[in-house]
């Protein structure tokens, strides 16, 4: 398989002097907004809300949003959730290419800067078919910029308590039909800062900061496009190599269980992506994108918290190529498309113990992901559109690592949207949808450095989505609001248990017969003047899962109960503006080590940034994130960042 995507992309590039115009920023979409189509109500930051937010890392564009959040696990990786999802039932994009590791089927946007971001959209709902399969309850689209008309456009830098540091530089030119862009971060702190030591009993910390948590990340990104009348193609490159530390899960006592005493040497990632478009004179056009990603990376166990000798290590190593196709078109009024998405990862792997030394072999792992869909647009009347999807995903994994493979794994998928536009600013959207996740190569086959007990008979997730959304904005009143209450139903949602082997206490992964879930998204935006702003986000959401065999029901652990935001932006003077951003998260349930049901206490998170800018091209910032320093506990013995103060400077000439 992989070496068809090679020659299909070669292909298309060299097919590249045969396309038609486009906007560059549109080609790198997954799904487009066509005649007569209703898509699903997206969230969209353009870059004057991004620039609101002086933002610093990927997981700060999120802060703060409705629905979305943002927990760090206990493998030290940043991950996002929509509407009370689980990090790899929400899709993350980047310019139209997964960005989540295949292998695990997570993003870690705690490594990964934000500079290089132009615009994001947030689908929470049955996403468009061209996502395929592992979307299961929505996704993330981050888009980056095309050009730039300065050499250097921009330049960041920001300094704060725990050695934290970040650089940014974006810069670019247009020549004739090409334009260049190119992105750099340098990001790096000594450690985390702790609110409470008390919900880290068992933790290592020094001073005021979780210990081993440090960071050192280096990234650069740069794009080539290429437009004219008939002509255009999208081509960029990420970069991103890192070494951390994690903190172990502070609530573990290490005589009863060993804790993640991890550091990772090496984190690197390089994802090469080709957006092209071809438009045909009957109207109809093709639409590709083509990624190809590495990745390799070094966890490192160390026996103690004093992170002096390593127990165990394991290098990874991923390569993955992957292709999306979407022929779309209108004919007689009824609008048509068909997609297709092809992706296969190769995870190799090596596990090494040194007391006693004994080096593992090497271990191949391969996944092939496939997912083929047709949708069909028409407008019933002039202000009523609907759109009808399926889909078919299907999974197969012939590279287990030496393990007893599973079998094949596929199932159908599909989608119903509706849009009723009964006024210019009153519209009504409704969703009705199946999805479908596979189990990642890691939930099926891999041990986590003896942390986990594999499960064979491990099936895909398939969830029913259903929503209704209203949209208002009147013509007269500077105020948007939307109201949407939403059902999700997911089939063999994919959880923990706890199974004690040997006198050990180990995870272990399974499905779940069934859950439930409900709720409400509440959000209103408001410019009571031309000096203030505000921003009101509340989102209800109440889960539960089916007996199970021993006529029991579990528990489903880490979903808030509400989420509620509140953003002020104010400007005091011409030159001096501030925003303020407060957080409330309602409880949760963990598991403690005995697989005792524990509850994570609601929390109440402030955010106060002022900006002082003294020109046209200068601007002086400072910042103070969790300014009350409270215990934002979103996982047991992995509590949020305590107090972070920043102050920074920042140089535009766009």
């Known amino acids: ?26 080609i790198v979409l997954v799904a487009k907004k066509t005649e007569n189509r209703a898509l699903q109500p997206t969230i969209i930051l353009e870059k004057d809300n991004l620039e609101k937010k002086r933002f610093l890392a990927l997981t700060d564009i999120f ?35 997964p960005l989540s590791i295949p292998w695990d089927g997570r993003a870690n946007l705690g490594i990964l800067p934000a500079g290089m971001v132009d615009r994001v959209q947030i689908i929470q709902s049955a996403a468009p ?180 000798e390593i127990d165990q290590e394991e290098k990874d190593k991923d390569r993955t190529f992957g292709m999306r196709i979407v022929l779309d078109g209108n004919w007689k009024g009824i609008g048509s498309r068909v997609v297709g998405n092809m992706q296969s990862t190769l995870h190799q792997q090596m596990d090494t113990t040194f007391s006693p030394l004994v080096n593992g072999e090497k271990k191949d792992f391969q996944q092939d992901l496939y997912s083929f869909g047709w949708e069909i647009d028409k407008a019933l009347y002039e202000n009523i559109n609907v759109s009808l999807g399926i889909s078919y995903d299907q999974s197969k994994t012939p590279k287990t690592g030496g393990n007893e493979p599973q079998k094949d794994l596929s199932e159908w998928a599909g989608n119903v949207v509706m849009q009723w536009k009964i006024q210019p600013n009153f519209i009504i959207s409704a969703t009705v949808g199946k999805r479908t996740r596979p189990p990642t190569l890691r939930e099926s086959y891999d041990t986590s450095l003896g942390k986990f007990l594999l499960n064979p008979m491990l099936r895909e997730e398939t969830a029913t989505l259903s929503d209704i959304t209203f949209e208002w904005f009147p013509e007269n009143y500077p105020i948007k609001f939307s109201l949407t209450p939403w059902a999700t139903k997911i089939d063999d949602a994919l959880s923990r248990r706890i199974v004690i082997v040997d006198s050990l206490a180990l995870d272990q992964r399974y499905n779940l017969k069934g859950s439930k879930g409900r709720g409400l998204d509440v959000f209103a935006d408001w410019d009571p003047s031309e000096i203030m702003h505000f921003e009101i986000g509340a989102s209800w959401q109440t889960f539960k899962a089916e007996r199970n065999d021993n006529n029991e029901i579990p528990e489903i652990l880490r979903r808030p109960k509400y989420q509620l935001s509140f953003v002020m932006d104010y400007i005091l003077r011409n030159n ?22 524990a509850t994570l206490e609601a929390s109440t998170e402030i955010d106060l940034k002022l900006f002082y800018q003294r020109d046209r091209n200068w601007t002086f910032y400072s910042e103070i994130n969790n300014l009350t320093n409270a215990v934002v506990l979103p996982q047991l013995g992995l509590p949020s960042r305590g107090r972070m103060v920043i102050f920074g400077v920042k140089y535009s000439m766009q």
């Open 1 to 26: 398989m992989n070496k068809a995507l090679s020659i299909l992309g070669l292909f298309f590039v060299i097919c590249i002097p045969n396309l038609n115009a486009e906007d560059i920023e549109e």
């Open 63 to 97: 802060h703060g949003l409705p629905t979305v959040g943002i927990r760090t696990n206990s493998r030290g990786e940043a991950v996002l959730r929509l509407r009370g999802s689980s990090e790899r039932q929400t899709a993350i994009y980047l310019d139209g290419a």
């Open 129 to 308: 078919i061209e996502f395929g399969s592992g979307a299961m309850l929505g996704a993330v689209e981050i888009s980056t910029p095309s050009s730039c008309q300065k050499l250097i456009c921009r330049y960041q830098s920001g300094f704060g308590n725990h050695g934290m540091q970040t650089h940014d530089v974006f810069g670019g030119a247009n020549i004739d039909d090409f334009s260049i862009a190119f992105a750099g971060n340098y990001r790096a702190y000594d450690g985390i800062p702790i609110a409470n030591k008390k919900t880290i009993p068992f933790a290592p910390t020094s001073g005021k900061k979780q210990k081993n948590t440090d960071l050192d990340s280096k990234t650069f990104w740069g794009a080539l496009g290429y437009k004219n009348e008939a002509n255009v193609f999208k081509l960029s490159l990420l970069s991103v190599n890192s070494s951390y530390g994690i903190a172990p899960a502070g609530h573990i006592n290490p005589t009863v269980k060993l804790p993640r005493y991890w550091r990772y040497p090496d984190w690197d990632l390089t994802q090469l992506t080709l957006n092209t478009n071809h438009s045909f004179e009957n109207g109809f056009s093709l639409r590709t994108t083509l990624w190809h990603q590495d990745f390799s990376q070094t966890i490192n166990q160390y026996t103690d918290i004093n992170y002096q």
């Open 576 to 597: 001096i503006s501030s925003r303020l951003l407060i957080q409330r998260i309602g409880k949760a349930l963990d598991k403690d080590i005995t697989g005792e049901i």
